[in-house]
Structure formats: C-alpha cells, structure tokens
C-alpha cells in the first residue's frame, strides 16, 4: 500500500478534518509520522500542479481547494455566505479568541461598553461556547472559542493566531480585571 | 405618619397601578385593612374565579408595602460605568486580523463530507450485559409482534350449500379429493356440510373401507338424471 494514496483517498473520503491520531491509526504508521506523510502529499500535490491541497485545521487536517482558485470557483459555484457579523461582535470575538478564557464583564471592560447581545450572537453561531467559570464571587462563566471557529477561520489551534503588536500584548496584561 | 383610608376592593386592580406608576403610594396605603377587606370578602363571596385573580395582586400590593418599608430610600441599581477612552489599542488590531484570517479561509474550499465514525467508548468494568447494552447493534431486540391475518370463516349453511352445489354439478365428488389444498379448518366444515346433506338425504355417501375415501353422489341421481 502506498501510503500517499491512501492519505490522498482517506481525506478525500472525510470531508471533516481528520486527527493525526486517526491517520495514524487508518495508514498504520505512528503518530509522529503522519505530520511528514501529509507534507510529502502536500508537496506531491504542488508538483502535479493540483486543484486541491492540504490545510490543517482544527486540530487535524483536510482536503480544500487550491486559493489561487478561489475567484474561478467563485464565479462558478455558489456558496452561502455565512451572515456578517456585527462590529460588535468582531470586537467580542477578537477579545475571546486572544484572552480565552475570559468573563463577560472581563470582556465589558476591555470593550468599555455591554456585550451581552453580541455574546449571544456568537454563542448562537456556535462561535464561542462556554468553557468553564472562574474562581471568583458569583462563579462568572468562561468564555473560549469552539473547533467551528478554529474551520471558519483556518486555525488549527487558538495558539495559531497571528500576533498582535508589543504595545498590544503590554496593553492587555495591565487591564486584567478580576 | 399618616395612613391613607383602605380603598374599595374592587379598586384592587387600580391601586396595584398605581403603585406601578407611583411606588411610594404603597408607603401610605393602609395594606393591613385592605388585606383584612379583601380576604372577608373571599370569605364570604366564595368566586374562586375571582378571588384567584384578585389574590395575586393584594400580594403584589403588600410585597409592595414592604419593600417601601424596609428599603424606602434605596437608590435605583446603576448600571456599570464605562469610559470609551479606556479601551486598548490592540482591540482594533485583533479585529483586523481576524478579519484577514477570516478572508484567507475564505479563499479554500472543504469538501462537505459525512462526519468521522466514532469508535465506542471503552465499558467500565465489562460484563457481556453491560456490553450488549453499550453497543447498540448487539443490544437485544424485542420480539417482533406477530400478525395473522385471519379469513372470517364462512357459516356452516354456506358450506353445505357450495357442496351440494358442487355435488350436483359434478354428479360425483371424492371429498378427500376436493379438500387438497384447503386450510384445516374448511376441512371440518366440509366433512359436517357432508354428513349434514347425508342426513338430509340430499347426497348419498359411500365408504368402501373404514377411513377410505367418501364418495358423495346426489340422491336424486345427479344432473343428468
């Protein structure tokens, strides 16, 4: 069997991102090699000059089209846009994924305004979830970003987020609030 | 400090609005007469209708009463203060990049496709039941209910007269013969349908030999005669 064409087939078949742990499993090869099977098809799919590659995310990998593609899909297949988030909501979400986790008035207090709706919204859009709550009077809920976020925005964990600005990280260790 | 005179009880529903408008009305109600009021007149008017539409607003109106007694200067909850010049520069930078990474994924095309089998949680302490019932394709199945079908059998008239039809139609019958194929039970109803015609003198019936065959003729010599 070779092993790249059963990579290949195997997340074909899923479209879901699949674990190192379960390609290990399917191509019976240990975990720590799968990471070198999926660069080598990755390579081996560059070379053949493919529609499709490899992307990991959300803690595994998948099959996706090719992003130089992207404008000849798009004129082509139609897919449904997911519903704009509100400014608000971006303001939340961006506070969540780099201080997760994180309580609401936490949240309020870097925002300096309420964010009960816009935490709806994004609980609603399963954008974030609760994760716990917090060691403090009244136990307030933790919030965290959930595997859909880490799909919708090609993250393949929270830590893969770009960085942000030295003045940035300076900024939000002085504003912890408790 | 003085108290205000108890209002009729049919005005229940209008001093409960306006304390609602004027909650320091409810400092100066007399609740302990009205209460006294209202409840003789549940007493002695026994409208259970009524009297349960009326109940939920005297307690309103006393619970009232005694908030403006115990807290009567409280100031109202303020919500909490924020100051927009608080909010961190990086907050905007945060944002932007989601939004990049967010027009980035954008850019790739997954392929929708069924989600990955689970293997089944290992069972605690297996025994072979709790096993059959962690695995839901080994779990017993109930007995399908059984469904017959069942014909209303015919009365025992009609069969005499479909034999003896086709007793004179055919001028000779075998019974044995002319029950292959038939359920058990017509095989009874036909055998009486016979002997009921023997005794009726309407078929003559012959046995050659004990458990042989019957042979049934009409005892008016059959069609042809």
């Given at each position: 069997m070779n092993h790249l064409d059963m990579l290949e087939a195997l997340l074909f078949v899923h479209g879901d991102p699949v674990s190192e742990d379960q390609l290990a499993l399917w191509l019976d090869v240990a975990s720590e090699a799968v990471g070198a099977y999926v660069e080598a098809l990755n390579q081996n799919l560059h070379v053949r000059g493919s529609g499709l590659t490899v992307q990991w995310v959300e803690g595994g990998v998948r099959l996706t089209t090719h992003p130089r593609l992207y404008d000849n899909l798009a004129e082509r297949v139609s897919r449904r846009a997911p519903e704009p988030l509100s400014h608000a909501a971006w303001e939340v979400l961006a506070i969540v994924a780099y201080r997760?986790?994180?309580t609401r008035l936490e949240i309020e207090a870097i925002r300096?305004?309420?964010s009960e709706r816009a935490l709806d919204t994004l609980l609603n859009r399963d954008l974030i979830e609760e994760v716990g709550r917090k060691e403090?009077?009244?136990r307030p809920i933790l919030y965290g970003t959930t595997p859909r976020f880490l799909r919708e925005f090609g993250?393949?964990?929270?830590?893969?987020?770009p960085p942000l600005s030295a003045s940035g990280e300076l900024s939000s260790s002085s504003e912890t609030v408790e | 400090m003085s108290e205000r005179p108890v209002a009729p009880p049919e005005e229940l529903k209008v001093i409960a609005e306006r304390i609602r408008r004027h909650p320091e009305f409810a400092r100066e109600l007399n609740v302990s007469a009205l209460a006294q009021e209202v409840a003789g007149r549940w007493r002695e008017h026994s409208d259970m209708l009524q009297a349960s539409e009326e109940i939920p607003v005297a307690a309103w109106i006393v619970k009232k009463k005694v908030e403006g007694l115990i807290r009567p200067d409280d100031p109202e909850p303020e919500g909490p203060t924020f100051d927009?010049?608080?909010?961190?520069?990086w907050l905007e930078d945060a944002v932007s990049e989601l939004r990049n990474l967010e027009d980035r994924a954008l850019m790739r095309w997954g392929r929708v496709g069924e989600p990955l089998p689970r293997p089944p949680a290992p069972v605690k302490d297996p025994s072979p039941w709790k096993l059959s019932w962690s695995y839901p394709t080994l779990r017993p199945k109930p007995a399908p209910i059984e469904r017959r079908i069942a014909r209303e059998p015919e009365p025992l008239s009609v069969h005499i007269e479909m034999l003896y039809q086709t007793v004179q139609g055919e001028g000779q019958l075998r019974l044995q013969q002319s029950l292959m194929g038939r359920p058990r039970p017509e095989w009874v109803a036909r055998f009486l349908a016979a002997v009921h015609l023997w005794h009726a003198r309407r078929v003559q019936a012959e046995q050659g030999v004990p458990f042989g065959p019957i042979d049934l003729t009409p005892a008016d010599g059959g069609p042809g005669s």
């Open positions: 997760q986790p994180i300096q305004t309420g403090a009077p009244g993250l393949k964990s929270p830590g893969d987020l | 927009l010049s608080l909010r961190p520069e």
